[in-house]
């Protein structure tokens, strides 16, 4: 059974510039979820989609969009970055949509941006 | 006031100790409760995972939650150096999942 993936590993981008991140699911499970860790802090929920759809949403702005894949693979896209958007971004996946399922979590991306 | 309340610590403790880590939360809507383990520049590994109020054990960790309270509790006995990272609380009402800011633990042998 593969496990979460996320590519790339690490990020440097400058300030306005926009990035894509990208995501597969672990074998099985059709829900993947965003999230943003400042270092020091939780993970923050950006969004969640299931069966292709955004299934829930945190705050953050529009300028954080995403998509998933009909192999339920998925990419977060950030636009007009800002310094503050500096963290590592998890993905994790799980069998369904709703709390009531269990995530896993990929390995994350570091972005930083200058 | 946060959604998810969560001691950051750092919490020291000798190798074998039992270390209690706690959270509190203020929504009553939450209902499935998890704790996470994770080490430095990785992604959160899930340890355990509990519906409502009660106990659940697997080997040496024991989740509890208290509705009541709007408290949770994750019990590590015979603590190993290996168990030095940072623990995560995590909860949610159905949808959304909300975490607490983790507790940085080490375990000193």
């Known amino acids: 059974e593969t496990g979460v993936t996320q590519s790339p590993t690490h990020l440097i981008k400058t300030r306005g510039q926009q990035v894509t991140l990208r995501c597969s699911s672990q074998?099985?499970?059709?829900?993947v979820s965003w999230y943003q860790q400042a270092l020091g802090q939780g993970p923050q929920f950006i969004f969640q989609?299931?069966?292709?759809?955004?299934?829930g949403r945190g705050n953050f702005p529009p300028r954080f969009s995403g998509l998933q894949f009909p192999n339920y693979s998925s990419e977060l896209n950030v636009n007009a970055l800002e310094l503050d958007d500096s963290a590592l971004y998890l993905c994790?996946?799980?069998?369904?949509?709703?709390?009531?399922?269990?995530?896993?979590f990929g390995p994350g991306t570091r972005l930083t941006v200058t | 006031q946060k959604e998810v309340e969560q001691d950051p610590g750092p919490l020291s403790v000798p190798e074998g100790a039992i270390v209690s880590l706690n959270c509190t939360y203020s929504?009553?809507?939450?209902?499935?409760f998890m704790w996470y383990r994770q080490y430095s520049r990785k992604g959160p590994e899930l340890l355990m995972y509990?519906?409502?109020?009660g106990n659940k054990e697997d080997g040496r960790f024991t989740a509890q939650v208290d509705k009541s309270s709007k408290y949770i509790s994750l019990f590590i006995r015979d603590s190993q150096p290996s168990d030095s990272a940072t623990y995560l609380c995590?909860?949610?009402?159905?949808?959304?999942?909300?975490f607490g800011t983790g507790t940085s633990l080490t375990v000193i042998p």
């Open positions: 994790a996946s799980s069998w369904t949509s709703g709390g009531a399922n269990e995530q896993y």
């Open positions: 074998s099985g499970h059709n829900t």
């Open positions: 989609y299931y069966r292709e759809e955004e299934n």
């Open positions: 929504n009553s809507a939450f209902q499935y």
């Open positions: 509990t519906y409502s109020s």
């Open positions: 995590a909860m949610s009402p159905g949808n959304q999942f909300y």
